[in-house]
């Protein structure tokens, strides 16, 4: 059974910096790209970042590129996002989400080959 586990969620003032992380269990993380995605009140969940199963190749989405910075520990069944210079409008949960193919080749991944989903950890962005 595949498992994802978020934490690092808060409350943090603008500018302010967080680092999330996901822990995952029950896949071979190592040969899968991850992703994390997040969903504010009345909206729909959207696409944050990605990284491919071998640590490399990142994708940012524009509204984040330049502050937040995704990362993996394939030792560690680890995925990372670190936060940085929030804004009121990253207010939301995000969510850690694990792609459904085996050392995908597609880039950036589809969102719709995203299939594990944790159960998100809340980010409040407020001063």
């Known amino acids: 059974q595949v498992q994802l586990v978020e934490s690092g969620g808060g409350l943090v003032q603008p500018g302010g910096s967080l680092r999330l992380s996901c822990v995952v269990s029950g896949l071979a993380f190592s040969r899968y790209t991850m992703g994390w995605f997040r969903q504010s009140p009345g909206k729909e969940r959207v696409f944050v970042a990605a990284?491919?199963?071998?640590?490399?190749?990142?994708y940012h989405a524009d509204s984040v590129k330049g502050r937040f910075a995704i990362s993996r520990d394939n030792a560690k069944n680890t995925l990372l996002l670190q936060m940085d210079s929030l804004k009121l409008e990253d207010t939301a949960v995000y969510y850690c989400?694990?792609?459904?193919?085996?050392?995908?080749?597609?880039?950036?991944?589809?969102?719709?080959?995203?299939?594990?989903w944790g159960q998100g950890t809340q980010v409040t962005v407020s001063s």
């Open positions: 989400a694990g792609n459904t193919n085996e050392y995908g080749d597609k880039w950036p991944p589809p969102t719709t080959d995203f299939g594990s």
């Open positions: 990284i491919r199963w071998d640590g490399i190749t990142t």
